[in-house]
């Protein structure tokens, strides 16, 4: 899979970038820093979603099932629909 892995690398990356801009912005309240977090959700997001959407096809092969309610699968599914309700409020 070349696209599942370098997908939740980059969703780490971006959900890293929104806890520090949320911490900037709790801290020093910089108005650029709540722009920034909210700008980076949305692509969050679409990183997560291709991520689960690329692991459920590599998974329907190798394990046999499309899903699996595994805690990581379920909490990364979770982390998604937080993610994209946070995108659009």
Excluded: E, K, N
Excluded at 5 to 11: D, I, K, N, T
Excluded at 26 to 32: K, T
């Amino acid at each position: 899979m070349f696209i599942h892995v370098p997908a939740a690398m980059m969703a780490q990356g971006v959900y890293y970038l929104i806890a520090a801009a949320s911490f900037v912005a709790l801290v020093w309240r910089h108005p650029l820093a709540d722009i920034a977090g909210a700008a980076a959700a949305p692509i969050g997001a679409g990183f997560t979603l291709v991520c689960l959407a690329t692991g459920s096809l590599w998974g329907r092969p190798m394990w046999g099932a499309w899903w699996v309610w595994d805690a990581r699968l379920t909490s990364v599914l979770v982390l998604f629909s937080s993610i994209s309700a946070i995108s659009r409020w």
